[in-house]
């Protein structure tokens, strides 16, 4: 199948480069964007070293035994381990599928602001398996915080691309909520022949403001929908990033943008063994707050203002199996 066209942009030269080289970035952005909802960017700074490291040290823990890794079962939302048959991401968009065939461990955001609700559902305690995985808790919160400046750099690129101020989205991202997932898909050895409309990620678009993908090629990898294409696979740089916005981030330009609609394909017969494991960063904003869409003509569709954490809980509820 052929490839969605996703243009490469160099985060590095963003910040750094001249005026003129910053406007044809944003440039490019912008159309991206408009177009797929998707961009792979390079000059991040994270070495493939050390995501090799984080995803070596997950490896270890998804290859535990079902009796240990239910000691850190969790709903989905939670913080620690997600077992298989837990989400169905394609009920998100009305899409019926089986469940995903997919493991996850998710840590997330810790900073308590006091309204007891608020706290216990978003900013819980991670849960770390320190005797059973040693090292992943090190790794994964080292790695959070790289990928949370990486995010809020990425933010302040697409405000220039729709000619805001750079701290148009940033203003928001004082203490904002965020999740890193990190999937396991395992070989058709664990999971067995997937069932009609199935998929290790059934299609979706995701419900923040950008999502920071680190993934592996496979041929039940990523695939990306656009207009023109239909679905086709995403391409494929180790060396990058695979950057998405989400529901909100397309709420908030009126539609300028899309939110990047996706899947992942079930494990391939031409492939039975292949296992693969990505790293997901799922960026928002700060609790709470009221995402609504730019003016025409910047933006396209006037849809109603929506608070984000009502938004997200809403979306979580909806991708539950059962």
Request: glycine letters at 10%.
């Amino acid at each position: 199948m052929a490839e969605v066209r996703i243009p490469t942009v160099d985060l590095g030269a963003w910040t750094t480069g001249t005026d003129a080289e910053r406007a044809r970035i944003a440039r490019s952005v912008d159309e991206a964007l408009g177009r797929a909802g998707f961009l792979l960017i390079t000059g991040h700074g994270v070495t493939e070293d050390e995501r090799a490291e984080v995803r070596a040290t997950a490896r270890a823990f998804f290859a535990l035994p079902d009796a240990v890794k239910r000691r850190y079962a969790v709903p989905v939302g939670g913080r620690g381990w997600l077992g298989p048959g837990a989400e169905a991401n394609g009920y998100s968009e009305g899409t019926e599928t089986p469940p995903d065939l997919k493991e996850s461990w998710t840590a997330g955001a810790e900073n308590a602001t006091g309204d007891a609700e608020l706290d216990a559902f978003w900013f819980r305690r991670n849960v770390w398996p320190d005797t059973d995985a040693p090292g992943l808790q090190r790794l994964v919160e080292a790695y959070m915080a790289r990928m949370r400046t990486i995010a809020d750099e990425t933010l302040r690129l697409l405000a220039a691309a729709l000619g805001r101020p750079e701290d148009f989205f940033t203003r928001h991202t004082g203490a904002p909520t965020f999740t890193c997932n990190i999937n396991w898909y395992p070989a058709s050895e664990t999971v067995g022949d997937p069932l009609p409309g199935q998929y290790r990620i059934g299609p979706h678009t995701d419900f923040g403001t950008v999502t920071l993908l680190d993934r592996q090629q496979g041929r039940g990898g990523l695939q990306v929908w656009t207009e023109e294409q239909g679905w086709a696979d995403a391409p494929y740089d180790p060396a990058a990033l695979t950057v998405n916005i989400g529901d909100l981030m397309a709420r908030w330009t009126g539609d300028r943008w899309r939110s990047g609609r996706h899947r992942v394909l079930p494990p391939s017969p031409d492939a039975p063994d292949e296992e693969l494991v990505s790293l997901v960063y799922f960026y928002e904003c700060d609790p709470h707050t009221t995402v609504a869409p730019l003016p025409a003509p910047l933006g396209r569709v006037a849809h109603d203002p929506v608070d984000s954490t009502d938004y997200l809980r809403a979306k979580l509820d909806a991708i539950t199996v059962g």
